[in-house]
């Protein structure tokens, strides 16, 4: 494992000199990015352990923020660590940079194990080179991507080797620990670590030795979460709701992983005995939690329907895979699809050997199901990807095998076209689609990604550090970026406990003129900050052909709206909102 961590060393450095520009202007791209480090903030300034509001969005109240420290850490941390030597403003870039690498450490040490044990001793370097092909995992790792998601896909990467572990005791405490690690972070991966519970017990269904590894399992998955609630839940993750590790979720993880350790101490002889103790144990629990938390059984996020269709709906990530352009859909598609096949190939190759098999077996249907997923929500890209790598390298390395092997030098050759062909297909399927301009993005796409890059831009939002601190009423994907970068407070952003902002912002953007001005005035709103042409502004015109935005996009500007000038170049526009007796006209004036 010395050459992986050498490794993972060399590609850090090459990342962080990348991306140095990046990390030279503070440039997190993804809304939870911004709030990840206005969480860190808050917590180096003070801020409650157990307090993970974010006040400086709907004050004075603040926004409820449904995630968990954990993963704020190794953030501050390394925060804590560089501040006496570059200060505190580069200390904090740094650590915005480096933080993503140390999941992805752990996912090339995890890879290389399961890769080692499952393909051949000396075929994990495949499984690093096949990572480089997975479009949408790789960039979970890349320097300033400080959100949760590499973490628990660095969970799911040692859940897997867990899986293939053959010390039983060793495997089933690696499963537990890390699906407990990844649900105190959130629940994105709960039907991974579902389906690897279930894994566990299949084992111990079809192998009465297989006992150890569900005993460890289940206790390491009930202490962890428990532990996991104890140190990193919020004040308002005490509370009966469904999307996070709140005591819904936390009763199902005890009760499970106290359940799985009573089984493994019977005694029962036969597979058909085991499977119906499991089945009734599995059926108690499942029967249980619909009779408690009914509610948990539909959509964990709980809002109303008019938030969903208004806003949670439209979420690209949220969409199933074939309802995103090809350009996108293709390359994501490519490595599970491979990797499925790897695996099943290798499943039927290691039939004989019990232990390969029960590795290949779990891969295999780790990867079908990820695919699956990907029929519902394009979100489980990155895990599918992850999980196809090993499927990927059974299949590369089974055509190198064969062809290098071969007394024909012709056939060699053609192995040797075969196998670039198949490297080809998982690293470069994006970048080909790219050069090739296949399904390319039309133009007022285009007009809308340099919109919101621009809007997002560290340079474009200090301008409005000239100003005054203010409350700014504006976009809802703009909020959290907004309060990373000035000194100004926002309405809100994109987290689904904070239903009467966001749609306040909806109502705001989308209804009359007359009625934007009573919504701004309960934020406290002094200004309206707008950036034309970003995504969410197509929405607004798009369902509100004449509503307040659309009258802004045509320049039609009530006169209580005063101008702000912003520098020559500026991506946005900037109003002072004029309350009282003397601003109430409603009447238009036409903005050059």
């Known amino acids: 494992m010395r050459r992986v961590l050498l490794l993972w060393v060399v590609i850090a450095g090459v990342y ?16 939870d990015d911004n709030m990840r480090l206005m969480q860190v903030r808050g917590l180096l300034a003070g801020q409650g352990w157990y307090d993970l509001r974010q006040y400086r969005l709907n004050p004075p109240a603040g926004l409820d923020i449904h995630w968990s420290r954990l993963v704020d850490l190794p953030i501050a941390a390394l925060f804590l660590l560089l501040k006496p030597f570059a200060g505190a403003a580069w200390a904090e870039r740094l650590a915005c940079g480096i933080a993503p690498l140390l999941p992805f450490g752990v996912v090339l040490v995890a890879l290389a194990v399961t890769v ?11 499984a690093i080179l096949f990572l480089f092909g997975c479009s949408s995992t790789l960039p979970m790792f890349m320097p300033m991507r400080i959100d949760h998601h590499g973490w628990q896909l660095a969970c799911l990467s040692v859940t897997i080797a867990g899986l293939c572990d053959p010390r039983k005791g060793r495997g089933g405490a690696l499963v537990g620990l890390s699906s407990a690690v990844s649900l105190t972070i959130g629940l994105e991966l709960l039907p991974y670590c579902a389906m690897a519970g279930g894994l566990v017990a299949l084992r111990w269904v079809w192998d009465r030795a297989e006992a150890r590894r569900l005993a460890v399992y289940g206790a390491t998955l009930a202490g962890g979460s428990a532990l996991g609630f104890v140190a990193f839940a919020s004040d308002a993750n005490y509370a009966m709701r469904c999307d996070a590790l709140t005591p819904v979720w936390l009763s199902v993880t005890v009760a499970g992983g106290a359940a799985l350790f009573a089984l493994s101490r019977l005694r029962l002889e036969t597979r058909l005995a085991r499977l119906l103790a ?14 408690a938390f009914p509610r948990c059984l539909s959509r964990p996020e709980g809002v109303s329907q008019e938030l969903a269709d208004l806003w949670l709906n439209n979420v690209r990530e949220a969409k199933p895979i074939y309802k995103h352009p090809l350009r ?6 490519i490595v599970p699809v491979l990797g499925l096949i790897g695996a099943i190939i290798a499943s039927w190759r290691a039939r004989r050997d019990p232990e390969q098999l029960a590795g290949w077996a779990a891969i295999t249907l780790f990867t079908a199901f990820a695919g699956a997923m990907l029929l519902w929500q394009v979100r489980a890209g990155p895990a599918a990807q992850l999980l196809g790598v090993a499927g990927e390298v059974a299949l590369g ?4 095998s064969w062809f290098a092997t071969h007394r024909s ?6 192995g040797g076209v075969l196998a670039a062909v198949l490297v080809l297909a998982g690293l470069f399927t994006a970048t080909l689609i790219q050069q090739f301009r296949f399904d390319p993005p039309n133009r007022r796409t285009q007009v809308v990604n340099r919109a919101s890059a621009r809007c997002m831009s560290l340079p474009a939002l200090a301008q409005l550090n000239r100003i005054p601190a ?6 809802v994907d703009l909020g959290p970026r907004l309060i990373v970068a000035t000194h100004h407070n926002g309405i809100t952003g994109p987290y689904h406990r904070n239903e009467q902002p966001i749609l306040d912002v909806h109502h705001a953007f989308q209804g009359s003129a007359d009625a934007f001005r009573p919504i701004a005035a309960r934020h406290g709103a002094a200004y309206l900050l707008v950036c034309p042409n970003m995504a969410e502004t197509t929405l607004y015109r798009a369902r509100a052909p004449g509503g307040f935005y659309d009258q802004l996009a045509k320049r039609e500007v009530p006169d209580w709206l005063e101008p702000v000038a912003l520098p020559k170049g500026s991506p946005f526009r900037l109003w002072r909102i004029r309350y009282g007796a003397s601003a109430d006209r409603t009447n238009t004036v036409r903005s050059e």
Do not use: E, S, Y
């Open 16 to 31: 962080l000199w990348q991306r140095w520009p990046q990390i030279h202007w503070l440039v997190l791209n993804d809304t």
């Open 116 to 126: 080692r044990r499952l393909v051949a001793p000396v075929a994990w370097p495949l």
């Open 278 to 291: 499991g089945a009734a144990v599995g059926g108690v629990i499942a029967g249980g939690f619909a009779l």
């Open 328 to 333: 996108l859909a293709v390359p994501i598609a």
């Open 397 to 400: 390395w089974l055509v190198l």
């Open 409 to 414: 030098t012709a056939v060699k050759v053609a």
């Open 470 to 475: 203010a409350t700014m009423f504006t976009h």
